[in-house]
């Protein structure tokens, strides 16, 4: 079993930048790939950036390339996503989830275990 723990949303003006952390425990953490999802009101869960177990493979939707960060530290058992330009449409829950496959899929359904969201709202 893995605990996940998401922080660091908020209210942002557009333009503005967030980092968002996500503490793990439980297991292994280097074991597992890592990935970003968020869900706006009214539309799916929609995968936003995925980490290899050693951080070396990163992948991110084409709307945040460029803007979004995500890293690791295995150290430290966190996975971090770092948000720069923000804008109104980045508005929605984040979660962080963890694949014990390793793969870092697209898809939500390839994640073992997910955490609790925290809410990223971005103002005009």
């Known amino acids: 079993q893995v605990q996940l723990v998401e922080s660091g949303g908020g209210l942002v003006q557009a333009g503005g930048s967030l980092r968002l952390s996500c503490s793990a425990s439980?297991?292994?953490?280097?074991?597992?790939?890592m990935g970003w999802f968020r869900q706006a009101p009214g539309k799916a869960r929609e995968f936003v950036a995925g980490?290899?177990?050693?951080?070396?493979?990163?992948y991110y939707i084409d709307s945040v390339k460029g803007r979004y960060t995500i890293s690791r530290d295995n150290a430290k058992n966190t996975v971090y996503l770092q948000m720069n330009s923000l804008n109104p449409e980045d508005t929605a829950v984040y979660y962080c989830?963890?694949?014990?496959?390793?793969?870092?899929?697209?898809?939500?359904?390839?994640?073992?275990?997910w955490g609790q969201g925290t809410q990223v709202t971005v103002s005009s």
């Open positions: 439980g297991r292994t953490f280097s074991n597992y790939a």
């Open positions: 989830a963890a694949d014990i496959s390793g793969r870092a899929s697209r898809l939500s359904r390839g994640y073992d275990y």
């Open positions: 980490i290899s177990r050693t951080g070396v493979a990163l």
